[in-house]
């Protein structure tokens, strides 16, 4: 089963022919939102909104743990994370859509493990190459197939949040070689990879990041929902096309 975890501007999968809601529960707590299942392409797909339905969890308060653990209880194999993210490298200019094959982690005070407590063993889990090397490949066909243009590769670099990056953060995430920033891709990958789900991410670029691009003074935050509007209508063809790869 193929799931989608959907981020800011895509609460919802509006070409998912929908079969059933169903409130999960886990030893972690509940996750973000029911998981929505349907199909697209005739591929059963499972659908969870990482900030809720209504986009009522900032990006420091989703059960990030409880999310995966939910999808994979369900029987998922392959995770595509959707996610906005500010733009830094030269080409993320708003609007593109990345399919970013690094991660660098600035994030604190998140449950980041599966692997913790009195009870847990020490499990350490390679994490050389943060997303699927096959589902990134897969992305990528996918999007030439429909035709819809594709940053290959990209460093994401994960903050806590709420707030955005001051120009000084990001100059220093520029030096550690980040071309991507957003808040929700960090524990959420490695989480995924713990329990040993084909995880991999789209990266929709809002807008250029703290004293890049046009954001040298300022951020436009109106500007951003215009922009993500019109990414996500690509985003949603993507996830289709991508369905359709995979056997009904």
């Known amino acids: 089963m193929l799931a989608i975890i959907g981020g800011s501007g895509l609460s919802q999968l509006d070409n998912l022919e929908i079969t059933r809601r ?11 939102s029911p998981a929505t299942f349907g199909r697209v392409g005739g591929v059963e797909i499972v659908f969870i909104a990482r900030h809720g339905y209504g986009h009522t969890l900032a990006p ?13 209880d369900l029987g998922v194999e392959e995770v595509i994370a959707v996610n906005s993210v500010g733009g830094i490298g030269d080409g993320m200019a708003p ?5 970013p094959d690094q991660v660098v982690d600035y994030t604190s005070g998140r449950s980041h493990t599966f692997f913790e407590g009195a009870d847990q ?3 350490h889990v390679d994490f050389t ?14 999007g030439a197939a429909a035709g819809i243009a594709l940053a290959d590769g990209g460093v994401y670099g994960a903050t806590n949040g709420p707030r955005l990056e001051s120009a000084a953060e ?10 991507l920033v957003g808040m929700t ?6 989480l995924a990879r713990e329990l040993g789900l084909a995880y991999a991410m789209i990266a929709l670029v809002a807008n250029w990041a703290a004293g890049c691009g046009d954001s040298t003074n300022r951020i436009e935050l109106d500007q951003i929902p215009a922009i993500l509007d019109a990414g996500m209508i690509h985003v949603r063809e993507l996830i289709v096309q991508r369905a359709r790869q995979l056997p009904a």
């Open 22 to 32: 169903q409130v999960l529960r886990t030893p972690y707590g509940e996750p973000s």
């Open 60 to 72: 420091h308060e989703i059960n990030y743990r409880a999310n995966l653990w939910a999808l994979r």
């Open 95 to 99: 609007g593109v859509l990345a399919i």
């Open 121 to 123: 063993p020490v499990v």
């Open 129 to 142: 190459w943060p997303f699927d090397p096959a589902v990134r490949t897969a992305l990528l066909q996918a």
């Open 170 to 179: 990001i100059a220093r995430l520029r030096r550690d070689g980040a071309t």
């Open 185 to 190: 891709g960090m524990p959420e990958a490695a």
